[in-house]
T-cell receptor
Framework: TQLLEQSPQFLSIQEGENLTVYCNSSSVFSSLQWYRQEPGEGPVLLVTVVTGGEVKKLKRLTFQFGDARKDSSLHITAAQPGDTGLYLCARTNDYKLSFGAGTTVTVRA | KAGVTQTPRYLIKTRGQQVTLSCSPISGHRSVSWYQQTPGQGLQFLFEYFSETQRNKGNFPGRFSGRQFSNSRSEMNVSTLELGDSALYLC???????????FGEGSRLTVL
C-alpha cells in the first residue's frame, strides 16, 4: 500500500517546456525528500523539505512543501534531456524511507 | 570518496534457489539499509542495520534476511526464491540513523 501518491505516473515533454510533478498524502509529513533515479542507477537525493510552506530551489528545480505538510510539488523550468529520470518522493519514518510510486519523466530533444 | 558498492550487479536464479547479495557502504557510514524495487510495488523497505544490529524491518517474509559485519559491510539473503522476488535490490548507507541516504547502483535479480 502506497502511503504517498505521486502524479502523474508518466510525463513526456519537449526540451524547453516546464513540468510539475506532485506528491500527496492523507497524513502529515514530518519531512519529505525528493529523489531522482536514472536508468541503471540508484536514487539520488535532490532535496529535503521540513517546514510547511517551504520553497527550495536547485538551479532549474523548485520544490514546494504544502502549508499543511501533506503535499509537495517539484517544478522544473525549461526542462533538458538530462532531466530525464524517475522522480520519487519519500517520507522518513523510524529510520526508513517510504517512497511514492514515482513519476517517470522523459524530456525529448 | 568511493560510493556504495553492490555485488553482483546482475544475476539469474531459478525458483527454489537462494541468493546472497553484498553491499559495501561509504567509508565511515555505519547504517546500511536495503530496499526492493519492482515495477508493481515501487521501492519497498526491507531492513536496516546499524553497528551490526538490525534496527528496523519491513513487511517481508522470513525468507528475506540480512546481516552486517564489523566493517559495516552488509549482506542480504533470499532463500527459496519465487518468481515474484525478481527485482532490483538497492542498498543505501548513511553515517548515522539520520541524514542523507546514499544508494548503490543495485543488484538486479531475475528468478526463472
Amino acid at each position: 500500500t502506497q502511503l504517498l501518491e505521486q502524479s502523474p505516473q508518466f510525463l513526456s515533454i519537449q526540451e524547453g517546456e516546464n513540468l510539475t510533478v506532485y506528491c500527496n498524502s492523507s497524513s502529515v509529513f514530518s519531512s519529505l525528500q525528493w529523489y531522482r533515479q536514472e536508468p541503471g542507477e540508484g536514487p539520488v537525493l535532490l532535496v529535503t523539505v521540513v517546514t510547511g510552506g517551504e520553497v527550495k530551489k536547485l538551479k532549474r528545480l523548485t520544490f514546494q512543501f504544502g502549508d499543511a505538510r501533506k503535499d509537495s510539488s517539484l517544478h522544473i523550468t525549461a526542462a533538458q534531456p538530462g532531466d530525464t529520470g524517475l522522480y520519487l518522493c519519500a517520507r522518513t519514518n523510524d529510520y526508513k524511507l517510504s517512497f511514492g510510486a514515482g513519476t517517470t519523466v522523459t524530456v525529448r530533444a | 570518496k568511493a560510493g556504495v558498492t553492490q555485488t553482483p550487479r546482475y544475476l539469474i536464479k531459478t525458483r527454489g534457489q537462494q541468493v546472497t547479495l553484498s553491499c559495501s557502504p561509504i567509508s565511515g557510514h555505519r547504517s546500511v539499509s536495503w530496499y526492493q524495487q519492482t515495477p508493481g510495488q515501487g521501492l519497498q523497505f526491507l531492513f536496516e542495520y546499524f553497528s551490526e544490529t538490525q534496527r528496523n524491518k519491513g513487511n517481508f517474509p522470513g525468507r528475506f534476511s540480512g546481516r552486517q559485519f564489523s566493517n559495516s559491510r552488509s549482506e542480504m539473503n533470499v532463500s527459496t526464491l519465487e518468481l515474484g522476488d525478481s527485482a532490483l535490490y538497492l542498498c543505501a548507507s548513511r553515517w548515522s540513523g539520520t541524514g542523507e541516504l546514499f544508494f548503490g547502483e543495485g543488484s538486479r535479480l531475475t528468478v526463472l
